[in-house]
Nanobody, 116 residues
Framework: QVRLVESGGGLVQPEGSLRLRCEAS????????MMWSRQAPGKQREAVAT????????NYVDSVKGRFTISRDNAINTMYLQMNSVKPEDTATYFC?????????WGQGTQVTVSS
């Protein structure tokens, strides 16, 4: 079955950096586009960044453009989110997402807290 495991979250100071990791299994990772989303307390989940199956195309929500970078390593079924110059408003639980055969999947999430 599809399994997504996020890691790498934690407490980081404003303007700091963090690298999130998503390890995938149960599907042909290299054949699917992937997405990072986030949900802050009391807010709706929002898509943060997407990456094509080959990794040659990326898209970002405006609020993270120029600060976050999504990437993937198809050899080890892993996706990343490099977060630089983080802001307090980036505080949220971050999820790895994939749509496989018409169904959406995501992991348990990893908490990112930006605070001094």
């Amino acid at each position: 079955q599809v399994r997504l495991v996020e890691s790498g979250g934690g407490l980081v100071q404003p303007e700091g950096s963090l690298r999130l990791r998503c390890e995938a299994s149960g599907f042909r990772f290299k054949e699917y586009a992937m997405m990072w989303s986030r949900q802050a307390p009391g807010k709706q989940r929002e898509a943060v960044a997407t990456i094509s199956s080959t990794g040659d195309s990326e898209n970002y929500v405006d609020s993270v453009k120029g600060r976050f970078t999504i990437s993937r390593d198809n050899a080890i079924n892993t996706m990343y989110l490099q977060m630089n110059s983080v802001k307090p408003e980036d505080t949220a639980t971050y999820f790895c997402n994939v749509r496989v055969r018409g169904s959406n999947y995501w992991g348990q999430g990893t908490q990112v807290t930006v605070s001094s």
